[in-house]
């Protein structure tokens, strides 16, 4: 069964303090594994994305590694903000179908 | 570029009523629209997947007669609630793909539906 789970389901830290978020998934055939920021009430915006070669991408201070080989992957948000405290979400497109594959988030605040 | 506008970001309306909500693709042709509904503390879950001109894929569990999908063109679909009651209540995002690249997913921001 294609899932991906993330862990913690929630985090709090200290303003200016870095953390790393998991995602695990079983997804097969693999295409490319997201991970976006989704603030309450809002739509996801999409952080980054690496396919299967890809082992790390950064966007500003997020940085997503991959291993494909055990299938996880992580998101580490350095020096923290107010403004990152929403939910990440780790999402997972399998080969040859459009369907994606949702990870249930980590809520992350961000404490001053 | 790569934007998704959804209309209203939020409506409320009396039980039994019909809600129309807009999707659409500001800068680019989407062949393919999504759309998901998402309760609180939960992750996005998919309802239905369009494609432009033909008849949308409704995923197990969701009634296709009360979620009426229409993606009458390549920057327009619209999701339908009919005879809405509290328990529709959630908020439903959809997403736009150009089916392009990595065929990445933009999502739109949001409609927030209560139903009194």
Known sequence: KNQVEQSPQSLIILEGKNCTLQCNYTVSPFSNLRWYKQDTGRGPVSLTIMTFSENTKSNGRYTATLDADTKQSSLHITASQLSDSASYICVVSGAGFQKLVFGTGTRLLVSP | ?116
């Open chain 2, 1 to 116: 570029g790569a934007v998704v506008s959804q209309h209203p970001s939020w409506v409320i309306c009396k039980s039994g009523t019909s809600v129309k909500i807009e999707c659409r693709s500001l800068d680019f042709q989407a062949t393919t629209m999504f759309w998901y509904r998402q309760f609180p503390k939960q992750s996005l879950m998919l309802m239905a997947t369009s494609n432009e001109g033909s008849k949308a894929t409704y995923e197990q569990g969701v009634e296709k007669d009360k979620f009426l999908i229409n993606h009458a063109s390549l920057t327009l679909s619209t999701l339908t609630v009919t005879s809405a009651h509290p328990e529709d209540s959630s908020f439903y995002i959809c997403s736009a793909t150009s089916g392009e690249g990595y065929n990445e997913q933009f999502f739109g921001p949001g409609t927030r539906l209560t139903v009194l």
